[in-house]
């Protein structure tokens, strides 16, 4: 389960050697923007140490390389991929053969290292209008996308807009993202809240990206991934109804019943659906019935 994403600095080993204990579900090694120019190879070499000499068990690894308008993408993934990350998060993404020219890449390189061939997945990192626009394409350029993330920061400046805390900027970019990931068929996860040090508004905006589908939330700080987690888990109150629900239709099929009431509503397939959701969610979290863990 991904709940939480938490940027670390590719160029950070006091930062880098904790990450695996840090609270979040997966952790994302940043080559891109953390890292100036001149430090790139020293960065590559330290996350590669990092993956290779530590235990990231029960945290999935995810490596942000630099975009494919650069001279480091490919030297970022010939460095990295031999440590098998989860996930190789490409910025900028913008069409479809961005994705294509990383999965043929990743492919040769899989194959020249004795890897099956998708053992690395794509996460899309999408920041631009094109990107948005283009969101269910990208989703569903190759079998190795399996998420979509939303990058707020460099689509407000490529909107040519304030970037402000209500983020109503971002709605449109925010519901296109959610519909193109469901469409598609992939996870999708929400911007970070860059401001440390208003846990309020973290947990508002943690809580608006949850109503609108996302199915978690990125970090920049370790501050904020308890919040994350919290806000992207199932209440006890969700749980409990959830079962509820459940065995309301099981009953209602034990006697022959084709729909049956639950608290004055009728239990239909979506309320069904998300019933389950729940459950298996609360089940990969170990909470019982009455959300216990």
Known sequence: MRRSLLFLPGNTPNILINGNCLGADAVIFDLEDAVAPDQKDAARILVRNTMKY???????????????????????????????PNWIMLPKTAQASDVQTVDAYLTALEEK??????TVRMMPLIETALGIENAFCIASASKRVGAL?????????????????????????????????????????????????????????????????FTGKAAISPRHVETINAVFSPTAE?????????EAIAQAKAQGRGAISLR???????IVTRAQQTIAMAEELGMGKGGQA
């Not at 290292?113 to 998708?118: D, I, K, S, V």
């Not at 970037?163 to 709605?171: A, Y």
């Open 264 to 270: 004055g509503k009728m239990i239909d397939a979506p």
């Open 149 to 213: 993330f939303l990058g707020a920061e460099d689509l407000t400046a490529d909107l040519r807009c304030k970037r402000t805390k209500g983020s109503h900027e971002i709605e449109y970019a925010r519901g296109r993202m959610v519909v193109a990931a469901r469409a598609a068929g992939v996870d999708v996860y929400d911007t970070p809240f860059t401001d440390v040090n208003d846990p309020e508004g973290m947990a508002e905006d943690a809580a608006y990206a949850k109503a609108m589908g």
């Open 54 to 84: 530590l235990n990231f068990r029960g945290c999935e690894v995810i490596v942000r390389i630099n975009s494919l308008d650069t001279a480091y993408w490919q030297a970022d993934l010939d460095t990295i991929v031999p440590q098998k």
């Open 113 to 118: 290292l004795g890897m099956e061939t998708g």
């Open 238 to 246: 969700e749980v409990n109804y959830a079962y509820e629900v459940l």
